[in-house]
T-cell receptor, first 115, second 115 residues
Framework: DTGVSQDPRHKITKRGQNVTFRCDPI?????LYWYRQTLGQGPEFLTY????????KSRLLSDRFSAERPKGSFSTLEIQRTEQGDSAMYLC?????????????FGQGTRLTVV | AQTVTQSQPEMSVQEAETVTLSCTYD???????LFWYKQPPSRQMILVIR??????QNATENRFSVNFQKAAKSFSLKISDSQLGDAAMYFC????????????FGTGTRLTIIP
């Protein structure tokens, strides 16, 4: 069990470019979550997958954001036409069951800077 | 709306002393979990302790314990015998049992341990 892995750890991009982040959850964890954390704030829920199905999306997830989890394994989060307001830490977490009933394990995050 | 408030942006404590971090929350739900997560610098967030709202007994995990006051909607974390490795951001979080999948986090408290 190597934990939740996120790639890249850091990403600097120019405004208007597209970026994609990857999350590899702990194997056999059927639930996967994406959160966004801005400076001085706690993580905010973006979206959640149970296996390959995306079951919840926050209103924070504008139409420039898309997330996938093909085959219920790794997940990707893509941001199109990035804006400076997208600069944040993007956290991925996974759990064997519901995040409250069992422990959600977090990755180290991908820090996005939009310049 | 569910909110979690951490009124202490920063705290410090002498090594080996005891410190208490405050958290209040607002909800109309009766069935929920409360959590404290620790986020060390440049490392992933890890679960410190969890409390089920239906349990009156306060949760404890080694040097970490909580004071859960359901009527007051208060959930403080006590760290005894503070160690240098306890230095981190601490986030209080809330999760509704019969609801969506999101963890709602507070804004965090940065804890510094003074040698």
């Amino acid at each position: 069990d190597t934990g939740v892995s996120q790639d890249p750890r850091h990403k600097i991009t120019k405004r208007g470019q597209n970026v994609t982040f990857r999350c590899d959850p702990i194997s056999e964890h059927n639930r996967l979550y994406w959160y966004r954390q801005t400076l001085g704030q706690g993580p905010e829920f973006l979206t959640y997958f149970q296996n390959e199905a995306q079951l919840e999306k926050s209103r924070l997830l504008s139409d420039r954001f898309s997330a996938e989890r093909p085959k219920g394994s790794f997940s990707t989060l893509e941001i199109q036409r990035t804006e400076q307001g997208d600069s944040a830490m993007y956290l991925c977490a996974s759990s064997r069951g519901r995040a409250g009933n069992t422990e959600a394990f977090f990755g180290q995050g991908t820090r996005l800077t939009v310049v | 709306a569910q909110t979690v408030t951490q009124s202490q942006p920063e705290m410090s404590v002498q090594e080996a002393e005891t410190v208490t971090l405050s958290c209040t929350y607002d909800t109309s739900e009766s069935d929920y979990y409360l959590f404290w997560y620790k986020q060390p610098p440049s490392r992933q967030m890890i679960l410190v302790i969890r409390q089920e709202a239906y349990k009156q007994q306060n949760a404890t995990e080694n040097r970490f314990s909580v004071n859960f006051q359901k009527a007051a909607k208060s959930f403080s974390l006590k760290i005894s015998d503070s160690q240098l490795g306890d230095a981190a951001m601490y986030f209080c979080a809330y999760w509704v049992i019969f609801g969506n999948e999101k963890l709602t986090f507070g804004t965090g408290t940065r804890l510094t341990i003074i040698p």
